[in-house]
């Protein structure tokens, strides 16, 4: 038996996981510039593979994102966060100091936020992989036995 929901639910799925994905990584990469940042991007990045995972099933989802691909995908980005603060105190600032500030000034161009669009790329990464990765533990979790025998 086919597993997930069904074609209809699935063709639409196919069609807006593309879509919402872009619209997440645009609310990440010009976080710094308009409304939206790494968290709000992040969000958008998890309810994607959410969605994936409803619709199309375990299996599916576990062929396009693992849950231990999210997790190691997750801890690399909080690892480039944490340097990419070590590096803003070895700078002589502050943790997460930005020490990538343009001399010129540019407005409303992509690369003129410093580390901020880094930091936003890293917090939107970490939050998309591990709200991903709860999502499948929670749906994984079986009640004990005793808890299903109650109901």
């Not at 639409?12 to 510039?33: C, E, M, N, P, T």
């Not at 002589?92 to 790329?121: C, M, Q, W, Y």
């Not at 890293?122 to 109650?150: H, S």
Request: with cysteine; hydrophobic share 55%.
């Amino acid at each position: 038996m086919e597993q997930g929901m069904g074609f209809l639910v699935k063709t639409a799925a196919r069609w807006l996981k593309g879509l919402l994905l872009v619209f997440a990584v645009s609310l990440i990469v010009y976080g710094h510039l308009t409304h939206g940042d790494g968290f709000s991007g992040g969000i958008m990045v998890a309810c994607v593979f959410v969605a994936i995972f409803l619709v199309e099933g375990k299996a599916a989802s576990a062929r396009t994102l693992s849950r231990r691909a999210a997790y190691l995908t997750g801890s690399l980005a909080t690892l480039a966060l944490i340097l990419l603060g070590l590096l803003g105190m070895a700078r002589g600032g502050a943790f997460l100091k930005n020490f990538l500030v343009s001399l010129e000034p540019a407005r409303f161009v992509l690369l003129s936020g410093g580390t901020i669009p880094i930091f936003n790329l890293c917090v939107g990464v970490i939050v998309g992989m591990f709200l991903f990765t709860y999502f499948t533990i929670i749906a994984d979790y079986d009640a004990p036995k005793k808890e299903r025998e109650e109901k």
